[in-house]
């Protein structure tokens, strides 16, 4: 079973920067494939990035291309999101997510952080 702990949201006004962390557990983090996604109120849940077991192999949202970066420190087992840039749309609950296959279901899901953009 993995677990994923997610840290690092708060308040921050529009045009700052935010730098989350999903710290994982349970499993060799090299073998999992990490995601952000978020779930702004009254709205489904979406997808912001992904990351493969290798640094290099990332995908963005459009929404976030070129304002947020995905990476992974596979000695400290942890998933980073830095957002920069920040707009008040950006405001949700932000979830980190692991799966060990290319395709399918995101298994593993951590409790969510709040990140919240004032204008």
């Known amino acids: 079973q993995v677990q994923l702990v997610e840290s690092g949201g708060g308040l921050v006004q529009a045009g700052g920067s935010l730098r989350l962390s999903c710290a994982a557990s349970?499993?060799?983090?090299?073998?999992?494939?990490m995601a952000w996604f978020r779930q702004a109120p009254g709205k489904e849940r979406e997808f912001v990035a992904r990351?493969?077991?290798?640094?290099?192999?990332?995908i963005y949202a459009d929404s976030v291309k070129g304002r947020f970066t995905i990476s992974r420190d596979n000695v400290k087992n942890t998933v980073y999101l830095q957002m920069n840039s920040l707009k008040p749309e950006d405001t949700a609950v932000y979830y980190c997510?692991?799966?060990?296959?290319?395709?399918?279901?995101?298994?593993?899901w951590g409790q969510g952080t709040q990140v919240t953009v004032s204008s």
């Open positions: 997510a692991a799966r060990t296959e290319v395709v399918g279901m995101w298994k593993y």
């Open positions: 349970g499993r060799t983090f090299s073998t999992l494939i």
């Open positions: 990351i493969m077991w290798g640094a290099g192999n990332t």
